[in-house]
């Protein structure tokens, strides 16, 4: 017969709870939480759609698509978009900029200091799963 024990995993040494709170290192969620609002406040956007990544297309990511880097409270994101053929990829640009930006802010409580579009501009080829070109425009 075996003795068993049982203990919470908080009392395993170097755990946690035998160090000082101030050593113990934070969770920090809020940058995936603000890219994936980024992400979805850009297909409110008319003209901007969604696009998966095909196992076809190796290397692509799913569109929409950010990154958001926090300097002390101030957030900037760099989001990846798509739109279809033909569009006015500049002005589509500029409108999912201004709008992801006060839209993602609002939402998110986050000051979003700059928002970086990349329009990946998707031909009816490409939504048969050919690859995507891609324009950044700033």
């Known amino acids: 017969m075996t003795d068993t024990q049982t203990f919470a995993l908080s009392d395993l040494p170097g755990a946690g709870a035998d160090r000082p709170v101030d050593e113990r290192g934070t969770l920090d969620v809020r940058a995936k939480a603000v890219e994936h609002i980024v992400a979805q406040a850009s297909l409110q956007v008319p003209g901007c759609v969604a696009r998966p990544a095909g196992v076809q297309q ?19 994101a760099d989001l990846h978009a798509a739109a279809t053929w033909p569009c006015r990829a500049e002005e589509l640009a500029a409108t999912i900029r201004s709008s992801v930006r006060a839209e993602a802010s609002r939402l998110s409580g986050t000051d979003i200091e700059r928002v970086d ?14 690859q995507p070109s891609s324009r950044r425009v700033s």
Request: zero cysteines; glycine letters at 10%; hydrophobic letters at 50%.
């Open 117 to 130: 579009v990349t329009l990946h501009i998707v031909s009816a080829d490409a939504a048969q799963g050919a």
């Open 58 to 76: 190796l290397g692509t990511r799913n569109l929409p698509s950010a990154t958001v880097t926090f300097r002390g409270a101030i957030a900037v």
